[in-house]
């Protein structure tokens, strides 16, 4: 994985610090929990032992996750030019209308995105439709199943 990876700088330094909590907090506990487990004898039988292995193999996957992720960022600068203030782009919020219903969402690269926090990743069907467009501007989103929707720029900050 050569590519680069988008993140805003709060995405990067959540980024750094959860590498940090896993690398001096996460990875002496799964330790010490292996050398318990180890010292109950036959670990041939020992559910301790294997649920400590289990975890310390995905805490080390996510290790080399996050690494390579903090290793391709890219970060995302929201400032542009002048003419970009009320145009949708990487790491702005905007406010969209979608019939009644508002929301409002940060655009973001896909390794930062949390539609439950409103980040939208800018290769979803929504975060892709809204970059680009401005201020009143209609935007249609092709959606999974096919269907359409409608979103309407309110604001973007």
Known sequence: ???EILLTKEGYDAKVAE???????????????LKEAISYGDISE???????????AELE??????ENIIKHA?????????????RVTLGRKVKAKNGKDQSEYTIVGSAE???????LSNESPVGAA???AKIGEKVTVT?????????????VG
Do not use: C, H
């Not at 020992?46 to 310390?56: G, L, P």
């Not at 890219?74 to 009320?86: M, N």
């Not at 995105?113 to 980040?119: I, R, S, Y």
């Open 1 to 3: 994985m050569n590519e």
């Open 19 to 33: 590498l940090d909590e896993l690398i001096t907090v996460k990875r002496p506990e799964v330790a010490e929990r």
């Open 46 to 56: 020992n559910a301790e032992y294997d649920s400590a292995k289990n975890e310390q």
């Open 61 to 66: 996957e996510k290790i080399i996750v996050i």
């Open 74 to 86: 890219k970060i995302i600068s929201v400032k542009g030019s002048r003419g970009d203030k009320d």
């Open 113 to 119: 995105a949390d539609p439950f926090e409103g980040k």
């Open 130 to 132: 809204l970059l680009g």
């Open 143 to 155: 959606l999974p199943d096919g269907s359409t929707t409608k979103y309407e720029i309110v604001s």
